[in-house]
C-alpha cells in the first residue's frame, strides 16, 4: 500500500492513488470536506477490476471491527 498523500489540512486531509498494474490506469481515494471520495482514469479493463476492488470494499465480506457492520454502514 502506497503512503497516503498529504492534503491540504483543511478540504483534504489524506488521498492514495493506486495505480494499476497497466500502468496507465489510476484508482483514486481521498477524504474531501469529510466525505469519501473514489475517482477512477484509465482503461476498460482496468476500470472493471476497480469496480471489483470497490465492490468488495463495500460488501459484506470487508465489514467494520465495530459491531461488524459493513463498511460504509452506520451501526
Known sequence: MPP???GDGYK???AV???HCDGASVLSFKDYKGA???RFYGTTK???EALKLLNFLVGESCRHTYDG???GAIA
Do not use: N
Open 36 to 38: 469519501a471520495v473514489v
Open 12 to 14: 483534504s486531509c489524506w
Open 46 to 48: 482496468a476500470s472493471a
Open 4 to 6: 497516503p498523500k498529504g
Open 17 to 19: 492513488d493506486l495505480q
Open 69 to 71: 457492520i459493513a463498511a
